[in-house]
């Protein structure tokens, strides 16, 4: 004889093993919770992702007064400027001659004796990697 009885499909009998007939939990699978747990993950990486693409611009966020222009001729550069000063230069080198303005934190050609004045009606450079470009007389400015 069954130390315990057994009941249907060989199941522990009422009584056997547990109070009143109740029935018994196996613990739930750590899976079935998974769908708040990658919520939670994926919340934390977004924050990070946000949180290392901002730390960079803080510390080393571009500041007006770093900002320096270039001007070269070929390959030699001809003269450095702020891009805070106020001044309006004349560079001239052989038979070339180009004006600049630099004002309010930009730059600007104003006058050029070449052929087709592209470098005059180019828009004004603010932005570091700015660049104005005159190809006749090979001139290049640069916000640095």
Do not use: W
Not at 13 to 40: D, F, Q, T, Y
Not at 63 to 76: F, L, P, Y
């Amino acid at each position: 004889m069954e130390k315990y009885p057994r009941g249907r499909r060989g199941s522990p009998g009422k009584g056997v093993g547990r109070e009143s007939g109740a029935r018994v939990r196996l613990p739930l699978s750590p899976l079935k919770n998974i769908g708040e747990l990658m919520k939670k993950i994926e919340l934390i990486i977004i924050g990070l992702i946000l949180l290392f693409s901002i730390i960079p611009s803080l510390l080393f966020g571009n500041n007006s007064s770093k900002k320096i222009i270039e001007v070269k001729v070929g390959k030699n550069v001809i003269k450095t400027f702020d891009i805070n000063e106020s001044i309006i230069y004349t560079i001239e080198v052989d038979d070339m001659k180009n004006t600049i303005q630099i004002e309010n934190g930009s730059i600007k050609v104003i006058d050029a004796n070449c052929n087709d004045k592209l470098c005059v009606h180019q828009k004004e450079a603010k932005k570091i990697g700015d660049t104005i470009i005159c190809l006749p007389h090979k001139m290049q400015i640069n916000i640095k």
